[in-house]
């Protein structure tokens, strides 16, 4: 996985050094990016010589005629695409200060706008400006548009005064980012079956109807899975997608195909995530051959499809069972009737008209609607991050009182 870590001007930046080696040594591979306050710290030869990459110190490499060139003026936006954690090591009370304002006059700041990954940031600065009202504000704002913060120790500070303002120890900072890449197999025990991408309903062998489900939603989450050690059953509409490696990927291609495939592999799940946008109609009739173009007006009859959820829903026992909601509008209203009509325990609903949101995108803006009453808004991220804490409350909702039990969770 790719770490880029960002490194900013205080005296703690020498600590960034073996930051960077223990992840390398972790198998990650780390990306250095430096302020120009940092250089003053520590020289970038440092990082790349630990890293083996180049460091990137400035928004606009600049060739021998003293010209930007045009790869580094959209370098910040490769970078933010293939990074999957931004980590910030030490983090100053001015960077803090532009990633909660949304300022981005340096690589840095203009990454941490342009990335969906998760950000962990481990500030270290005076007592004060760490006490500082403004310091405060900054922190909390950022807390809840979801970045980490690994708060600063308590002690003797380099300014000579005593207080918090220490750099995190380097242990919690490597905690910290193996929790925010949800690098942990807690769905050992899970059998999760998740259905995605759209389906399509044929009206003759050259026409169907169908919708702009890509799949991503529902693959990022058979795979979040997978990686956290479950089980996986992946019921696939037609995508453009590969399969994510080590499931048991079913293709099909209608609602009634998925509806059989879902009921087929549902006694042996232990969770049921429905991501798919499955078609609500389907034309009545499927014609045998292409259907001619006439002058008279055409009305095709539609008839609905199964509803998957909802039958698989009287079968529930101790499932955990995940609708998710497409909205366009009253998006709460929508999503606690279906929790409660699908007999869900959680509905993931998507404003699909939200910018960042909904069909086809990398990213998406979803709230979870839990059956214990538990709202929880998620800003904008990666389809990656939020399939991640979409399984964080299903571990959520494992542990209350009323659903698993042993015998369940080890089926299949
Ligand atoms: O695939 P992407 O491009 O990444 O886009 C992601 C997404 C927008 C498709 C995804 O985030 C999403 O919202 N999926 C559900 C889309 C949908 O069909 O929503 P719905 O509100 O119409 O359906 C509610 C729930 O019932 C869904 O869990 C759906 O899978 C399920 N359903 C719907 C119809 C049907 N016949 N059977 C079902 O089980």
Not at 313 to 318: E, I, Q
Not at 327 to 339: I, P
Request: aromatic residues 4%.
């Amino acid at each position: 996985m790719r770490i880029t870590l960002g490194v900013t001007g205080g005296v703690a930046a020498y600590k960034a050094a073996e930051l960077a080696r223990r992840l390398q040594q972790d198998g990650f591979s780390v990306q250095v990016v430096m302020t120009r306050a940092a250089r003053e710290f520590v020289a970038p030869l440092t990082f790349a010589a630990l890293t083996g990459q180049n460091v990137i110190t400035d928004l606009f490499a600049r060739d021998t005629s003293g010209s930007a060139n045009l790869e580094s003026a959209v370098e910040h936006i490769a970078v933010a695409q293939r990074t999957d954690l931004l980590l910030v090591v030490p983090a100053t009370a001015d960077i803090l200060a532009k990633f909660a304002r949304g300022l981005a006059d340096d690589f840095l700041s203009t990454l941490f706008l342009a990335t969906a990954a998760p950000v962990v940031v481990a500030p270290a600065m005076n007592v004060n400006m760490w006490q500082h009202p403004a310091t405060r504000e900054n922190i909390e704002m950022l807390r809840a548009r979801g970045v980490r913060i690994v708060e600063p120790g308590e002690g003797y500070l380099a300014c000579g005064m005593t207080g918090q303002g220490r750099l995190a120890e380097l242990e919690d900072i490597l905690a910290a980012v193996r929790d925010a890449l949800h690098l942990k197999r807690d769905f050992e025990t899970e059998t999760v079956l998740v259905t995605a991408g759209p389906t399509c309903e044929d009206l003759d062998p050259v026409r169907y109807l169908t919708n702009r489900s890509s799949g991503k939603m529902g693959y990022a989450l058979a795979q979040a899975a997978a990686r956290r050690g479950a089980k996986v059953i992946l019921v696939s509409g037609p995508t453009a997608l590969p399969a994510p490696d080590g499931v048991q990927f079913i293709p099909v291609r209608s609602a009634e195909e998925m509806h059989k495939a879902v009921l087929a592999s549902f006694s042996s799940c232990t969770v049921a995530i429905f991501a798919a946008a499955v078609a609500d109609y389907r034309p009545a009739a499927r014609h045998a051959h292409k259907m001619k173009r006439t002058k008279a007006p055409l009305t095709i009859e539609l008839e609905p499809t199964p509803d998957i959820i909802a039958d698989v829903a009287r079968h529930k026992a101790d499932r955990l069972l995940v609708g998710f909601a497409a909205e366009t509008d009253h998006l709460a209203e929508n999503a606690r009737k279906k929790l409660a009509a699908k007999n869900a325990d959680l509905i993931v609903a998507n404003d699909v008209t939200a910018q960042g949101a909904g069909f086809d995108l990398d990213t998406n803006i979803v709230t979870l609607f839990s059956r214990d009453n538990r709202e929880t808004p998620l800003p904008l991220m990666s389809k990656s991050e939020a399939a991640q804490r979409i399984l964080d409350e299903l571990v959520r909702l494992r542990s209350l009182p009323h659903t698993a039990s042993a015998s369940r969770r080890s089926a299949g």
